[in-house]
């Protein structure tokens, strides 16, 4: 695969695809490392006299324009964080307006193209499109793999027409991932948590083949304990998934793959109750919910870590936006980051609301590597191909 190590490029018009598809609360972005991730890359770029365009996504607008979802509130935060004097803005992805701007850019400078999901072509796979749109750049750079699971025009149309690299981020994402998956050690623990088993089914199988252990929290734990028979109350559970439940239990058993389900946990009447219980794994009421793995799960699943030679983290444990809900996703970040280099346990960890744990507990630290990926981390980890990586491997347009 072509990279910005292997293939130099000096004076050209490039076309670089940026994941900036941040959170925001209340109009504030509350986690800039996607614009981060791609600033060594845009350096290179920039110091070589390039003239940049970058096109990402925000939100899911449809192939319409959606006010709420334009890409203008990123601009000074871009500008900043990369460190630009300036950052030119695209309103329109069409001819005329990209030699418009071309015009006015100097050799490294950089322009931010609206929110490419305002075009219904970048969705509806379009490749006249990506072809007419080629036709203005010389270069495609492919920074984005936490967007590369999708097989998107901006992902995979314009690599059919330019010669195509992978930034720099993208590199260091698969290689982090690669190795860790790559290098097994055991005994191997996986925790993963986060509302619905329905989304990991596939992750699920595959781990229990790779992992000495897998630590199942969060409310997909509850369709597992139902699964099981102990009552759950009100909890989320996914019914239809029973006997996918059961059978990812059996294959684990034939696997020797020791399946950690919570043994205790906190309860409230909903997830705004500020006074929960703790309960046995089996005295779950019928008016409560289970919104936290307990203690004594906690225990077990840290004691875990502690004897793991290496250890991959998708999904809180429990329901951590809502206080005191995030008490065992907190404490399973404070054991990673208190023991891991201590102990020489390779860690990894993916996925937003991972991240967010993360970060919300400064344990950045315990982690060998934090992959900013959601979707395409699992999706990575389930052995699917990435059709971004594809694309970036298939070009030889060079
Ligand atoms: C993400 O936030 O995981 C990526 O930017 C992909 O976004 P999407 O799930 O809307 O395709
Ligand atoms: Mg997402």
């Not at 203005?136 to 010669?163: C, E, M, Q, W």
């Not at 502690?306 to 404490?331: H, Q, R």
Request: charge should be neutral.
């Amino acid at each position: 695969m072509k990279n910005l190590n292997n293939y130099k490029i000096e004076n050209k018009k490039i076309l670089f695809r940026a994941d900036l598809n941040v959170p925001v609360v209340d109009g504030i972005i509350t986690d800039i490392s996607r614009i981060e991730a791609i600033k060594s890359s845009i350096k290179k770029l920039t110091s070589n006299n390039n003239k940049i365009f970058l096109m990402a996504h925000f939100g899911r607008p449809k192939g319409k324009i959606v006010d709420k979802y334009s890409l203008n509130f990123i601009l000074t935060s871009l500008r900043d964080t990369l460190n630009l004097d300036k950052v030119f803005f695209l309103d329109n992805f069409d001819q005329n307006s990209v030699e418009k701007t071309l015009n006015e850019m100097q050799a490294g400078n950089l322009c931010l193209i609206e929110n490419i999901r305002f075009l219904k072509e970048e969705e509806n796979f379009d490749l006249n499109f990506a072809k007419k749109m080629s036709s203005l750049f010389d270069v495609y750079v492919n920074d984005a793999f936490s967007a590369s699971h999708r097989d998107h025009t901006s992902i995979i149309g314009f690599p059919k027409f330019l010669p195509a690299v992978a930034g720099n981020h993208m590199i260091s994402e698969i290689d982090s991932i690669n190795s860790f998956l790559d290098n097994a050690k055991k005994p191997n623990m996986a925790i993963v948590g986060g509302s619905k088993i329905s989304t990991k089914i596939q992750l699920l199988n595959n781990l229990i083949e790779q992992f000495s252990a897998v630590a199942i929290g969060g409310a997909m734990a509850n369709t597992f304990l139902l699964a099981n028979n102990y009552p759950v109350g009100k909890s989320l559970v996914e019914k239809n998934l029973i006997q996918e439940a059961n059978n990812i239990q059996l294959k684990a058993n034939e696997l020797n793959c020791e399946l950690i389900l919570p043994i205790d946990t906190l309860c409230g009447k909903n997830i705004h109750d500020k006074n929960p219980v703790h309960r046995k794994i089996n005295e779950v009421l019928p008016e409560e919910m289970m919104l936290d793995i307990g203690d004594a799960s906690t225990q077990f699943i840290s004691n875990k870590i502690i004897n793991s030679k290496m250890v991959l983290w998708n999904g809180p444990v429990g329901a951590f936006e809502f206080k005191p809900y995030d008490k065992a996703t907190n404490a399973i970040a404070n054991v990673i980051k208190l023991n891991a280099k201590k102990l020489n346990i390779n860690t990894l960890a993916g996925g937003g609301d991972t991240v967010s744990a993360i970060k919300n507990t400064h344990t950045e630290g315990g982690f060998n590597y934090i992959s900013n990926a959601g979707g395409a981390f699992l999706e990575w980890l389930e052995g699917n191909e990435s059709p971004g990586v594809k694309s970036l491997k298939e070009n030889n347009l060079f």
